[in-house]
């Protein structure tokens, strides 16, 4: 209803009727403050009411009033009511004077309805801004919460999102809730999706609910407001509106519900009267911005999901990899998880070390994914290596020792049958003896051939006099009907192989070892990783680099070869030293491992700082504890062991204990 103000002389009591019939109040003031409680739609002013106050204070408590006055104010803006006019023009210039404020009123709402919106706009955009900035799950939902009660003026918000992990049993989990009058120790809970809570109706449904009191549901609706919560905490929920959270493809991932609107954001609700008192239902405009905000959330709980999908299908194709490496080469079982766990904790102490050059190196979450991904695909060129030569143990192939066994035993055979041959052709016991004694000498010559080369085939360094040795044996001749078979009882293959002065690996054999660190690169460069792992291949193709240009694939100095595979050099080092898991060789102690890794520094071949903090940091004690075959079991992959005869014998396989030839070059200072 509409309100007039005026001074106890205006009118009289049939225009008051009058005016009351068609809905407006007359109301007597006597100070301009009474205006602020009334908001009148004009104010009448005569003398009595202008000697009270000037004009100016009338009209600063006036507000959006339209003024009357029966004096002369010299003021144009002012209708002049002319004294002792008849009730129908006093009437009609009230009645204009009503209009002239339902205009302005509407005029104001709809300035502060626009400025409401523009403001709405750009704090949508800033929260726009920073929800797709922030990639951190516990910050994003407090900021979406925060920011929906900025916007709503509300009191609480909450956040729940759908679990539908288990199709079977789909449940909503209550992640986060916010409320300005309450202190809460919030705990996530979960608890079935169904239709008869507001927000599992909601989420069920996908439809948003506005609901002015929630004490006052209809009985026909499915679902109910539980009222534990203000029970035990002496609140009062009143207004509630909950909006689904929807995808791309219009897919609930949860529910936004924002609780008890307030008049003003300031105001904690400490009672059920402040409460009623002190709230509003939501109104439309609200609504379209919160509409807003959620389809903003969305947006920012999708991308989120779309980062950690991402970084579960890289950490899937990682372990995957390296468990098809490691199942190629399993005798270096857990060897790429020991050197990644190695290396993060190396690039961890970095700068809690004394060194003055890594003090502010800070490895961030992304640098030390990177890292780790590159230290665990580290050797994934092995893929691009034939098997025979990567897990080969002894210098002749799978199955050379054997085919040679074979011809030294046919040999010895003809010799067996050739000398019963010529016994029974000379038949004096003279000549029988003689025969004998010349056959098995030349048997027992053979057997100390075999025993040679069953010498020569192990991977330890042959003794002088050796190669003179298998000169004589490759010249043995080898006689057969089979036009197919040798001419000697060693190939010029088998020959070369059993010649081999330490290890198992001929030059052209080692040459295609080495080449796994250019497949690596060249592997792991057709992968479209993300730009903060960008880095991977260059990182991981590196690690057989040295410091003064002696590695390889490409010879880089210490300025090209990138500080994570600086790091990764020295813990793949360490690991192939010291596994235990290898069954050609025996694992090195702690001692002479450490001493090599420092003569390799010493050679130029490795950062001495980084060796440094790796010894004095305790770096290698990461390990500890820890299964590393857990996960090649798990996956139910047989393990080929024992590929070596011989490793209960006490040399070394040193072509295998370390690919960098560290062992090789100073076995014989340990």
């Known amino acids: 209803m509409l309100s007039i103000a005026h001074g106890s002389t205006f009118g009289n009591q049939s225009l008051h009727e009058a005016l009351h019939k068609r809905g407006i109040t007359c109301v007597c003031v006597q100070t301009p403050e009474q205006l602020l409680s009334i908001k009148p739609a004009c104010i009448v002013l005569d003398k009595e009411l202008l000697d009270i106050a000037s004009l100016d204070r009338w009209r600063d408590h006036a507000l959006l009033a339209t003024i009357i006055s029966t004096e002369d104010t010299s003021d144009s803006n002012i209708i002049i009511l002319p004294p002792n006019s008849p009730n129908d023009s006093t009437f009609a210039i009230l009645r204009l004077a009503c209009q002239q404020w339902a205009i302005r009123k509407r005029h104001a709402d709809t300035n502060r309805l626009l400025k409401e919106k523009e403001g709405h706009i750009e704090l949508l955009t800033d929260i726009g801004i920073a929800l797709s900035a922030e990639k951190n799950l516990p910050k994003l939902l407090d900021k979406i919460l925060t920011e929906a009660q900025n916007i709503a003026c509300c009191d609480a918000a909450s956040l729940f999102l759908i679990d539908d992990s288990d199709p079977k049993d789909p449940q909503l989990a209550f992640k986060l809730t916010k409320n300005d009058s309450i202190s ?16 599992g109706y909601c989420a069920i449904f996908g439809v948003e609910l506005c609901i002015d009191d929630v ?10 407001f539980n009222r534990d919560f203000d029970l035990q905490n002496g609140y009062r929920t009143r207004s509630v509106l909950t909006i689904p959270i929807k995808d791309h493809r219009n897919d609930v991932l949860g529910v936004l519900q924002f609780l008890n609107r307030k008049r003003d954001r300031d105001t904690l609700l400490r009672s059920e009267t402040q409460t009623m008192r002190e709230t509003l239902p939501f ?3 609200t609504r379209q911005a919160l509409r807003a905000l959620t389809s903003q959330s969305a947006v920012a709980l999708e991308n989120h999901n779309l980062i950690e999908s991402i970084n579960h299908l890289f950490s899937g194709f990682v372990r995957a990899s390296v468990t098809a490496i490691e199942q190629r080469d399993p005798t270096t079982s857990g060897h790429s998880f020991r050197v990644a766990d190695l290396t993060c904790e190396l690039a961890r102490v970095l700068p809690y070390s004394n060194v003055p050059r890594f003090k502010n190196t800070r490895i961030n ?7 780790r991904y590159a230290s665990l695909l580290h050797d994934f060129g092995k893929v ?3 098997e025979s030569v990567l897990v080969k143990a002894k210098k002749l192939p799978d199955g050379g020792f054997e085919s040679i066994r074979q ?9 067996k049958r050739k000398a019963l041959e010529d016994i029974l052709h000379h038949g004096k016991q003279d000549q029988k003896d003689k025969i004998l004694a010349a056959v098995q000498a030349e048997l027992n010559k053979l057997d100390e051939f075999l025993k040679a080369i069953q010498q020569a085939n192990q991977p330890t360094i042959l003794p002088d006099g050796s190669f003179e040795y298998l000169q004589q044996i490759a010249q043995y001749p080898f006689e057969s009907d089979d036009d197919y078979m040798p001419e000697f009882i060693l190939t010029d293959e088998e020959h070369r192989a059993l010649s081999i002065r330490k290890g198992s690996l001929t030059n052209e054999e080692r040459l295609e070892i080495e080449s796994h660190a250019t497949h690596t690169a060249n592997f792991l460069k057709l992968i479209p990783w993300t730009p903060e792992l960008s ?6 193709g590196a690690h057989h680099e040295k410091l003064n240009g002696t590695g390889y694939p490409n010879g880089k100095t210490e300025l ?3 500080l994570g595979a600086k790091l990764m050099t020295i813990c793949d080092i360490y690991d192939a030293l010291t596994a235990s898991d290898r069954p050609y060789k025996r694992a090195m102690p702690l001692e002479g491992a450490l001493k090599i890794l420092g003569f390799e520094a010493k050679d130029g071949h490795l950062d001495k700082d980084l060796v440094d903090i790796f010894i004095n940091g305790i770096v290698y004690n990461v390990l500890e504890g820890k299964d590393y075959h857990a996960d090649l079991m798990s996956a139910n992959l047989h393990i080929k062991k024992g590929m070596c005869d011989f490793d209960a014998e006490e040399e070394l396989h040193t072509n295998h204990v370390c690919d960098h030839g560290c062992f090789d070059k100073h076995a014989h200072k340990l």
């Open 535 to 540: 880095r991977i291949p260059d990182i991981a």
């Open 215 to 224: 004490y006052s549901l209809n009985k026909d609706v499915p679902y109910a």
């Open 560 to 562: 090209e070869i990138p």
């Open 407 to 415: 011809r030294i035993r046919y040999t010895q055979e003809r010799l």
């Open 283 to 285: 109104d439309e405009s």
């Open 365 to 371: 979450d992304n640098e030390m994914r990177e890292l």
């Open 384 to 386: 691009g290596v034939r």
């Open 184 to 199: 809460l120790d919030f705990k996530e809970i979960r608890f079935p999706l169904n239709k008869h809570s507001i927000s």
